[in-house]
């Protein structure tokens, strides 16, 4: 949330939040049914690829369901919030965390071929005000609808200076097409990418980090914002790109 009001003060626009949960008092003034909306995200603050993350497409009736189909009940939202608020995936089984709970935000139609279900997202590696890499992650129903690596989404590599798709990676494994639904994923640029651009070089002055990994989905409504902002992003992207960062550092000025 601090994140978000810095980015925000920074010229920067992120996503929503409909509201954060951090203490079991929290949990007791929240009913799923009066609060949440037909489709939403939750995440533990303190989650790391892509554990504790829950993403709602639909509401029927009482009960949400995920892009893989499966229901979530009202108890099914409180006790995964439960879970999360234990430090269930915080990566310390010791510490409390927060959920976050933010809009499910509709892709651009202009990139909806990309993807059967969920979300993709945009991973740049910043260095200061500096773009040095990037990557589209797109969903997979074996994801669930989630756009990370590690929960078997696609990384495709995207050129810096052009936003075209040059590759694609699934589990270590080359593709060109998504698994899904056979579209051809090379060769696709990427819409508004000078903005994708532009926001991406805002955010280390406006967080204060010299390197950082900024994440940026392309909304139907409001174009490129914010998700989140990385302090300690993976480096898989230089497997997806075929590319060490390290040039793209000291070309950028950096003395590695």
């Not at 978000?4 to 003034?29: E, F, H, M, P, R």
């Not at 059967?116 to 991973?123: A, F, N, Q, S, T």
């Not at 699934?170 to 639904?181: F, L, N, S």
């Amino acid at each position: 949330m601090a994140a978000k009001v810095a980015l925000n003060a920074g010229g920067v626009v992120t996503t929503g939040t409909i509201c954060v949960i951090s203490s079991y008092g929290d949990l007791l003034d929240f009913d799923p049914l009066r609060d949440l909306p037909d489709s939403w995200a939750i995440k533990p603050a303190r989650g790391s690829q892509g554990d504790g993350i829950v993403l709602a497409l639909r509401r029927e009736g009482n009960n949400w369901y995920k892009g893989s189909g499966t229901k979530l009940t009202p108890s099914d939202v409180v006790n995964h919030i439960r879970r999360i608020v234990d430090g269930g995936f915080s990566g310390d089984s010791a510490a409390e965390d927060a959920a976050l709970i933010e809009p499910l935000i509709r892709p651009d139609k202009r990139i909806l071929e990309l993807v059967p279900e969920g979300l993709p997202d945009v991973r740049v590696i910043s260095l200061r005000e500096h773009p040095l890499m990037a990557m589209m992650r797109i969903p997979t129903l074996a994801s669930d609808g989630k756009a990370n690596l590690h929960q078997r989404a696609i990384g495709a590599a995207v050129d810096i200076d052009t936003g075209v798709i040059t590759r694609a990676m699934v589990v270590g494994r080359e593709i060109t097409h998504h698994p899904d639904t056979g579209f051809n994923l090379i060769g696709v640029k990427l819409p508004e990418w000078d903005r994708v651009l532009e926001m991406s070089s805002k955010c280390s002055a406006a967080i204060g980090l010299g390197y950082l990994g900024v994440d940026i989905i392309l909304d139907e409504n409001d174009g490129p914002m914010v998700l989140e902002v990385n302090a300690h992003p993976g480096i898989e992207i230089q497997n997806i790109n075929q590319k060490g960062l390290r040039a793209k550092m000291l070309e950028a000025g950096e003395k590695c």
